[in-house]
């Protein structure tokens, strides 16, 4: 996995990342809750975080990592690490300035976006497509 993030599952709503918070409590393994490319600009952080928050708040014992992707951005990865964001995928050319930015701030960047799971393209049960996907992972 780039940059030591754990296994990641692309989630757009809270039922998305609960099935992805629930695959992995059931099969003992952390997980990355990855935004969508670039949804740092439509969806904003504070939407990003609330979802995170309210699914850890269902599965309270799962090691997840919540990156948000911030495109290339600086505007919109100063607003995340602001908003309390920890993790953020940022690929622009001020990436090592932002880098130290999120450091003072306990936050870490990631600048390639890892191989994920995308629950958007997922027809049938997200949580079974979780489950799956974790196992091949962790394999």
């Known amino acids: 996995m780039p940059q030591d993030v754990p296994p990641a599952i692309v989630i757009h709503g809270l039922a ?3 099935a992805a918070l629930a695959a992995a409590a059931a099969l003992g393994v952390p997980v990355t809750l990855m935004s969508a490319p670039g949804a ?3 969806a904003g952080p ?11 708040a269902a599965h309270p014992g799962v090691e997840a990592t ?4 911030c495109g ?3 505007g919109h990865a ?3 690490l602001r908003e309390g964001v920890t993790a953020i995928r940022f690929s622009g050319k001020t990436a090592d300035k932002i880098e130290d930015i999120a450091a003072q701030n306990g936050a870490r960047v990631v600048r390639e976006r890892p191989p994920a799971l995308d629950l ?5 049960d997200p949580l079974a ?3 799956d996907w974790l196992t091949k992972q962790m394999a």
């Open 16 to 18: 998305h990342a609960e």
């Open 40 to 42: 740092a600009s439509y």
């Open 46 to 56: 504070g939407w990003f975080r609330a979802v995170v928050e309210q699914a850890h």
């Open 66 to 69: 919540a990156l948000l992707d």
């Open 72 to 74: 290339d951005r600086p």
């Open 78 to 80: 100063l607003a995340a």
């Open 120 to 124: 958007k393209e997922v027809a049938g």
């Open 129 to 131: 497509a979780c489950r």
